[in-house]
């Protein structure tokens, strides 16, 4: 495969969400394998300081607004200053920014438009979906690839799922002190600790505070964490919550982390109660990778990762299945350990960093030509 010039462009800067993180890992992966890569983003997050860790190059753009001509004329600059085989974009902003910027400059470079989120396509996305420079749309899930096929009004053989990845490396228990954690959450060995990452209304905290309510008489060593709470009116709101529900002394929060593999591997049971938007919950991803036991509703991509054999899915905003899933797990170590293996051979071969490298660079080089 000759070498290949790829821009990943994303306007969020700061490793605390998903599509920055799976862009990162594919970004240095690709500099990895020999190609040249560079990441334009907004300036001013710890985006640019990973891509100086990792070889990566960094395109600094305001990224605005979809309609942002200042950060076109920049990129085109940046289009113009080499070739340029592919712009892979992660969001609407870059998108259209990519399109204006590479208007008139021939066949390539050609666009790869990522689509991580389950909600369909408006009318105004499917004008961009539909343009001549988009080579194809990547979905994290096949459940997103059906709803933007069919939203989007797409041909098919434009549309591929590419699973978001795991670095297996990283999100290992045998290199993982999970006790660190525990320590700073004040919890010991014979506490049980149930985690969720991310608060936001569609991930379905308010339903898996209510369904530990329903079990929480039941396990009096049993703590529910959620991870994320910030800015501080999101961790009130999940405090208020708790002291409603008599979970005062119950439910924990931690802000945004960069130390996720340890934050994982503290928790004896993941879950994830989203009930929308969602493509396949990372964190759940992740937690199979530390041999956690979860527990995710059936929503979008979910079920393509989780099975009877590596977890629980469960109806989305069923509170009752998702306490009695809760139940279930919290009173069974052995069912936990056995899930928890399965779940990390799960991610390891089918839904791992290096198998989504595979699988974006032989897109790219058919797409390149």
Known sequence: MRTLSIIHALEKNRLTTGSVVQMMDAASGLVARGHRVTVASRPGGDLEEACDAAGVEFLPLPLQHEFDPGSARMLRRGLRAGPTDIIHVHKGIPHFVALMAAAGMGRLPRLVVNRGVSFPLDIFNRLKYHHGRVGAVVCVAEAIREIVIRSGRLAPERVVTIHAGTDTGRFDPARVDTRRVRA???????????????????????????????????LSSARLLFVGCEPEKERAKIVEAAGRLGLADRVLTLGYRTDMPEVLGACDIVADASWAGTGITGTIREAMAMQRAVVATDCAGNRELVTAQTGILVPQKDVRELAHALARLAGDETLRTELGRAARRRVVEGFSTKVRLDRLEALYARLAG
């Open 184 to 218: 700073e959450l004040g919890l010991d060995e014979g506490h049980l600790l149930i985690g969720q990452v991310s608060v936001r209304d569609w991930k379905g905290w308010r339903e898996l505070m209510e369904a530990f309510a329903l079990v929480a008489p039941d």
